[in-house]
């Protein structure tokens, strides 16, 4: 797991996946999993829009803190500053009390695409982003 003031997000600021093999469409996610779903699908919007209010809301209060705090909007703008067209996708989601991971694929224009692991705790009833890993 990657400790660093989300340039994580640098990483997640990438996404989907680019073509070729044609797969079979997952079963639609409910619960637990539709939620932490929804928080990718979210980021993603907001990481494509460079709207980085929206994705420091999305954070832990620990993973804000390590983005720069009251920071934490202007941080992410510069490290996200070269990021073009990124894509999130889900590979997997895995459900643990109050903790989850998402296995995605991230990529964006003139990056290769990368496999992380985002790591989800609920703070407040909700789920949030705590943490990137390789």
């Given at each position: 797991m990657r400790p660093a003031p989300l340039a994580l997000l640098a990483a997640v600021l990438l996404g989907g996946c680019?073509?070729?093999?044609?797969?079979?469409?997952?079963?639609?996610?409910?619960?637990?999993?539709?939620?932490?779903?929804?928080?990718?699908?979210?980021?993603?919007?907001?990481?494509?829009?460079?709207?980085?209010?929206?994705?420091?809301?999305?954070?832990?209060?620990?993973?804000?803190?390590?983005?720069?705090?009251?920071?934490?909007?202007?941080?992410?703008?510069?490290?996200?500053a070269g990021v073009r067209e990124p894509t999130i996708r889900v590979l997997s989601i895995g459900i643990e009390a109050d903790r989850a991971t998402a296995r995605v694929r991230t990529e964006a224009v003139g990056q290769a695409p990368v496999d992380e692991t985002i790591e989800l705790v609920r703070e407040d009833g909700k789920y949030l982003i705590a943490a990137l890993g390789g």
């Amino acid at each position: 797991m990657r400790p660093a003031p989300l340039a994580l997000l640098a990483a997640v600021l990438l996404g989907g996946c680019a073509g070729g093999e044609k797969e079979a469409p997952p079963e639609p996610a409910t619960g637990a999993p539709k939620q932490v779903a929804e928080v990718i699908a979210r980021l993603e919007r907001a990481a494509a829009a460079k709207d980085y209010r929206t994705v420091c809301a999305l954070l832990s209060s620990a993973a804000r803190e390590r983005a720069g705090g009251k920071r934490c909007e202007a941080s992410l703008g510069e490290q996200g500053a070269g990021v073009r067209e990124p894509t999130i996708r889900v590979l997997s989601i895995g459900i643990e009390a109050d903790r989850a991971t998402a296995r995605v694929r991230t990529e964006a224009v003139g990056q290769a695409p990368v496999d992380e692991t985002i790591e989800l705790v609920r703070e407040d009833g909700k789920y949030l982003i705590a943490a990137l890993g390789g």
